[in-house]
């Protein structure tokens, strides 16, 4: 039975996001805080399946920074981010913060159930597959890594990114469009994906230092891996 925390300091939005989990995973146990004192309590005292939590909490701007740093400074804990930031900012969240994947509000139930799912079935092919030593793989890692550094990628970036590096050695690399866009949580069209793409690129730059194109889109039909 995953155990969910969800940590929101508006009440209307909490118990919207509690009852949309309750529809998602009908056997989870979940808690609910309104303040940073007993989300903190609670993380330290709670080995949580989930956490989902906004950064700003009442007065305080950067609650949820520590109180992420507390949920996985001891242990992997997916966390979900569920802020007002904009998402063009998020990234900046992710560096910091040992989070698994962000959505903006306002949220939709079905893109705040899909996220959740998806992170809880990671989360437990992770704990079954051990620990695995490829640079990037994100069915068997918390945080990928590329030559030894950790990529900044959001879950659904993970996903895309397997998806096409998976399939670099095959006879014909391509994933197609159809196939990326089903690892979209929402949004499923090309503006999207592209958008996906270049967070993924702007990623790996950040590691090397200098523009990054190891993705490259083939006209008409997808993305695939180029070897550098």
Do not use: C
């Not at 950064?55 to 109180?67: M, P, Q, T």
């Not at 063009?88 to 969240?93: D, K």
């Not at 890692?141 to 399939?167: C, D, F, M, S, V």
């Amino acid at each position: 039975m995953p155990r969910i925390a969800i940590i929101e300091d508006d009440p209307p939005t909490s118990h919207q996001l509690r009852q949309w989990a309750s529809r998602a995973v009908p056997e989870a146990q979940i808690d609910q805080f309104f303040t940073r004192h007993e989300a903190e309590a609670a993380i330290k005292a709670t080995a949580y399946d989930l956490i989902t939590l906004d950064i700003e909490l009442e007065a305080d701007r950067n609650a949820g920074v520590s109180l992420i740093h507390e949920a996985t400074k001891s242990r992997h804990v997916p966390v979900l981010v569920v802020s007002g930031l904009e998402a063009g900012l998020y990234r900046g969240v992710m560096k910091a913060l040992d989070a698994w994947d962000y959505l903006q509000k306002p949220v939709e139930e079905h893109d705040f159930n899909q996220t959740l799912l998806r992170m809880l079935a990671d989360s437990s092919e992770e704990k079954s597959a051990g620990v695995d030593h490829l640079h990037i793989d994100p069915l068997t890692t918390t945080h990928p890594t590329w030559k030894g550094e950790r990529l900044n990628l959001a879950a659904t970036q993970q996903r895309i990114l397997h998806a096409i590096y998976a399939r670099r050695d095959d006879k014909d690399p391509t994933v197609s469009y159809g196939e990326l866009f089903d690892l979209l949580t929402s949004g499923k069209n090309n503006e999207n994906l592209k958008r996906q793409i270049s967070l993924i690129r702007v990623a790996f730059s950040d590691v090397e230092g200098k523009k990054w194109n190891g993705i490259i889109a083939e006209p008409l039909r997808g993305y695939r891996w180029v070897e550098r």
